[in-house]
């Protein structure tokens, strides 16, 4: 499935930090009861209401053809989808630059956000994760239609389950072009719904505050060109830290320099604090739909992908920002109709949804997911990441991620095999699913048995964690290639 909402919401304000976090131990309990029997036909998930219609509809909301669906698009992308022209932005600054939305099997919610939304997008990037059949001949459809231009992208991933890696192929992209171009990037799921004129108030909003950091880009660029200098630890000169092209297991920022890197946690904590980096599209702190500033993505660096398949990557990449003292922008005025994030329905409402005939793959793909979920292997990666064994979110006081292993905040360091084998340990689940559903067996068995007997290497990689990352990012005196991105994308 897409996300969600979601395993820890992320931590800026101080005041706030322990109970978000109380509230996201919760929720993960809450999660793990949930689903404890999630390849069984409970007496919950027997009586649960759907939350879609057989079309993926929501209630209350209207069906949407899949042409009205196009015309909505074509309003998004403001080109004439029958002329096959792209028309011109009246006014750049109420334009959103960039939006990538990660999707699997929400075509209703696709739709309905897409005639939902008011503001046009000049780039705009749908990441399949999963493959699932359904969406594939869905967004096959849509590519067709928009064949004519470059606004709008779709990027197959198919062996991919991963919503970090999903944002990533967006983000690298979104860098790729000009500051004056894309100058902040959004990031949304599909089950999020805006009140009228909110998008219109927020987009200027974001552009000053994106654009405040251009000189701060430009200054940063100069100094990390000098790199390594007298600021770079020994470790790190040979082999040197800084990976951006995604054909890596190393992963760091563009443009956080080592001077920097280096600070101790309160001088660093000041080095954005006069910058925007998490930008909110109301008064809360909510990452269903949400943007970074370019200046926060070039020193942040990239969500960590090994918060696999989802959850906790957006927190984590909060506590980096506020790490470098970037400050939240929310915009103000819809306190009283705030964004509407329906959350967590493909999962919940499964029990009684009866999908029409070509949306059957659905309901397989979304109850293994949810038995994916269920074992929050994304939480104990983030809390080896933070050195956290007592599951206590850091609070402005202790924890830094890496302490350790000295690595900077803006790098990580792929865990090929972990991930490998979260992958097949998925599509195990999805098998089971999809053959109790064509009833061609009764019961499941648990898909972590089918894989430690199937390949008991890669069972155990799935309580991996943790790698020696400062001697694994390095092959020789090169750096070492991640094997699982290559030719791991298809983009239509």
């Known amino acids: 499935m897409t996300k969600r909402k979601r395993g820890c919401q992320p931590l800026v304000a101080k005041s706030v930090l322990s109970v978000i976090c109380l ?19 409970s007496a919950s998930d027997v009586d649960a209401q759907p939350y879609f ?19 909505c698009l074509a309003q998004r992308l403001n080109v004439d989808r029958h002329t096959k022209q792209e028309l011109p932005f009246a006014q750049w600054n109420t334009t959103m630059p960039y939006l990538v939305v990660p999707v699997t099997v929400e075509q209703g919610d696709m739709k309905a956000l897409a005639c939902n939304m008011s503001v046009a997008v000049r780039h705009l990037t749908y990441v399949q994760n999963g493959g699932v059949g359904s969406m594939t001949a869905f967004l096959d459809g849509v590519a067709a239609a928009f064949a004519f231009t470059r606004r709008l992208k779709v990027v197959r991933m198919p062996h991919n389950f991963g919503y970090s890696v999903a944002l990533n192929v967006a983000m690298r992209d979104a860098l790729s072009m000009p500051f004056e171009e894309v100058p902040f990037l959004m990031m949304g799921n599909n089950d999020v719904r805006f009140p009228a004129g ?21 200054e940063l660029e100069a100094e ?12 790190f000169r040979d082999v040197p830290l800084r990976s951006t092209d995604g054909r890596h297991v190393l992963v760091t920022s563009r443009l956080l320099p080592d001077r920097i890197r280096y600070m101790s946690k309160d001088e660093r904590r000041n080095a954005f604090k006069d910058f ?22 070039e020193v942040t660096g990239y969500f960590d992908e090994n918060c696999y398949p989802a959850y906790y990557e957006d927190t984590d990449y909060v506590r980096r920002m506020w790490l470098l003292g970037f400050q939240s922008f929310h915009v103000r005025g819809f306190e009283r109709r ?37 074992l929050v292997f994304s939480y104990h990666y983030t809390m080896g990441k933070y050195e956290l064994p007592g599951g206590r979110w850091p609070d402005r006081r202790n924890k830094e991620p890496y302490l350790s292993q000295h690595l900077p905040l803006d790098a990580y360091v792929l865990n090929e095999r972990r991930n490998a084998a979260l992958t097949e340990l998925q599509r195990i689940a999805i098998n089971e699913e999809t053959l109790k559903s064509f009833k061609r067996r009764n019961t499941l068995v648990s898909p972590e048995v089918i894989l430690e007997q ?21 092959d020789g005196d090169k750096l070492r290639v991640a094997l699982s991105r290559v030719n791991s994308t298809v983009a239509a």
Do not use: C
């Open 338 to 374: 705030p964004m509407r994030h329906i959350g967590g329905g493909s999962v919940v409402g499964v029990g009684k949804f009866k999908p029409a005939p070509h949306l059957s793959d659905i309901p397989p793909f979304i109850r293994a997911s949810a038995y994916i979920v269920n």
């Open 224 to 235: 990390v060109a000098t790199e390594p200098n007298e600021h770079t630890p020994p470790r």
């Open 23 to 41: 509230i996201a131990t919760i929720w993960v309990i809450v999660a793990v009861i949930f689903f404890s029997n999630v390849f069984e036909e």
């Open 454 to 474: 199937k390949d008991g290497a890669a069972f155990k990689n799935l309580r991996m964690v943790a790698l020696d990352y400062v001697l694994y990012y390095r």
């Open 198 to 218: 909110m998008l219109e108030a927020g987009m200027p909003q974001m552009y000053a505050q994106s654009l405040a950091g251009r000189a701060r880009v430009a």
């Open 53 to 71: 219609d057989e079309n993926l509809t929501r209630p209350g909301e209207p069906y949407i053809s899949f042409d009205a669906y196009l015309d």
């Open 276 to 297: 925007a980096g998490p930008l909110y599209v109301d008064h809360n702190v909510e990452t269903a739909f949400w943007g970074l500033t370019r200046l926060a993505m």
